[in-house]
């Protein structure tokens, strides 16, 4: 079968599969450095979203098929989202849960990041005919990064947000996602390959298949990442406007214009959107009737930093994509328009009235490298053409950093990348001994690690996640303060039916509070420094 695949589709395998293997090596030392004193989380970056990814899974162990947040104690229906992490905890089951669910993760993670190269270099080919710079562009799109490297010469001040986006926001490259975050790197996937099919020409294209097929990665892309169908939305709508207005300049200069083509572009605009619309449509409502899912919308802010921070990420990419779009015009009339009017769109995807702003330019890169691309595919002069790839190989220096920075930071066990060997026998005490989705107090970083090992809530412990986070977490650490009265904290107890209180170094560190004083308290668990107390309010 092997010597069947052409040795194109050869090369961008093994280019995915050894990509996907270096990724794995910073995972590969946090597990080979836990020993005997540290229990490693799974993760090397967003340590506080990955143990929430686990709880998710988790939940799925439990048998649960709704999504419903274990980071606050106030009620919740359940939610039709974050299904591939619910279906994944079904393949695993007790003891010793955690693991297994961490190295399923991983599984997904290293297949979702496959996925997104090879659909990557799919989608690129529709524009580029050479080989050597089809790999190039795929290399660029996966794991190039802007100028973020300059920020270890003490040039940091440069980005208004005081981060370069390399190093925080996945859906503006493209690296983070496939290093670590798998739903995104599959939505992205199924985003191209939906692109790649409704760009598909002759026959295909006038049958109406390749919407309905473009149609149907999206509808899988929405369980992964809703949001990203929207963007696939706003994406046709611009490239239909531009076309049509492409058309009508051809004709005002008396030149032909094809209006078939336009409209049978629309009508696979159509398709795709009405395909791809049921669980976007779901989210839209669910997110906006439900009364835990508007609370967990106000606190979720991911905003786009300053443009300046923008220029300083696309820099590299700018000037070539400037040199490339004559040339792209003239070889791809049609498709063209997509990736200029993607880029485009930019500014005002990025800046929209909205909560996850930053999440709307998802893929943009990708697009603009394709135009960047295609200078270097028209250009004669071969200085020039050096001069221009030198300019984009050092696209990949900051992904280096992030990669190197990676393992730097595993490489030395602390928290929040592991979590104490004696904590984690406590959180396997407690994933025995609660019930399903009990609710226990514990401190802030307590609780974001807790739920990746024990079905149970917690009332904090994740940003988003936790309703009315500042104010719940006052009365967590007013709690745990010596000269607070029994009577709140069994207010506190009460109000969100604790069942269970967990007195640990986390927890001592707020406050000297002597829980054995507690009449309401049950010791239940007291190992190297962790206590777990039972609630028991007797008659009350």
């Known amino acids: 079968m092997w010597r069947k695949i052409s040795e194109e589709k050869k090369w961008i395998i093994q280019f995915a599969v050894v990509v996907m ?32 990814y686990i709880a998710k899974m988790l939940s799925g162990v439990s048998g649960h098929w709704l999504f419903q947040s274990p ?37 997904f993670r290293m297949l979702s990041g496959f996925l997104m190269i090879l659909a990557t270099y799919d989608f690129i080919s529709v524009y580029i005919s050479g080989e050597n710079l089809r790999r190039l562009g795929t290399a660029i799109a996966t794991l190039g990064g802007g100028l973020g490297w300059l920020s270890v010469f003490g040039l940091r001040g440069l980005w208004q947000n005081g981060l370069p986006l390399e190093f925080y926001s996945p859906e503006t490259f493209g690296f983070l996602a496939l290093f670590g975050l798998p739903h995104l790197a599959m939505a992205r996937a199924f985003l191209l390959w939906g692109l790649t099919h409704f760009l598909s020409p002759g026959d295909e294209m006038h049958s109406g298949r390749s919407g309905v097929i473009g149609g149907l990665f999206w509808l899988g892309m929405s369980f992964f990442q809703p949001l990203t169908v929207v963007v696939g939305w706003a994406i046709l709508g611009v490239y239909q406007m531009l076309l049509g207005l492409s058309g009508i300049v051809r004709i005002k200069n008396n030149r032909p214009f094809d209006w078939t083509i336009w409209r049978l572009s629309l009508k696979r605009v159509f398709s795709m959107v009405c395909i791809s619309s049921p669980v976007a449509i779901y989210s839209f409502f669910a997110f906006s009737l439900d009364p835990f899912l508007q609370q967990w919308t106000g606190q979720n802010l991911i905003l786009s930093p300053p443009i300046e921070d ?47 702003q930053r999440r709307l330019p998802e893929g943009v890169w990708a697009a603009l490298a394709v135009i960047a691309l295609s200078s270097l595919e028209t250009m004669e002069n071969r200085n020039h053409q050096k001069w221009l790839k030198g300019v984009l190989y050092s696209s990949f220096l900051t992904t280096l950093l992030v990669y190197l920075g990676a393992i730097i930071t595993v490489w030395q066990p602390c928290t929040p990348l592991y979590r104490p060997k004696e904590e984690a026998k406590m959180f396997n005490f407690l994933a025995e001994r609660a019930s399903d989705r009990e609710v226990v107090l514990a401190s802030y970083g307590t609780s974001n690690a807790l739920p990746a090992w024990a079905p149970v809530k917690t009332l904090i412990g994740h940003g988003p996640e936790s309703v009315n986070l500042a104010a719940v977490q006052e009365q967590v650490e007013q709690f745990f303060q ?53 609630v028991n309010m007797g008659d009350e």
Do not use: C
């Open 310 to 356: 923008y220029l300083l990420a696309f820099g590299l990419m700018l000037p070539p994509a400037v040199l490339g779009l004559k040339g792209l015009l003239r070889r791809k009339p049609f498709e063209a328009w997509l990736v200029i009017g993607w880029v485009a769109s930019f500014p005002f995807l990025a800046y929209a009235p909205y909560n996850l």
């Open 71 to 107: 980071y606050t104690a106030y009620p919740q229906k359940g939610a039709l989202a974050f299904l591939p992490y619910l279906l994944l905890g079904k393949l695993s089951a007790p003891p010793e849960a955690h693991i297994q669910l961490v190295v399923l993760y991983h599984v």
């Open 21 to 52: 293997l270096v990724t794995l090596i910073p995972y590969w030392i946090g597990f080979s450095r836990q020993g005997a004193d540290w229990s490693f989380t799974g993760f090397v970056f967003g340590v506080e979203d990955g143990n929430s």
């Open 482 to 534: 010596p000269d607070t009265n029994e009577a709140f904290r069994r207010e506190v107890i009460q109000e969100f039916d604790v069942k269970y209180v967990i007195w640990g170094p986390s927890e001592q560190a707020l406050e000297k509070y002597d829980p054995d004083h507690a009449a309401f308290l049950e010791e239940i668990y007291d190992l190297d420094g962790y206590r777990v107390f039972e």
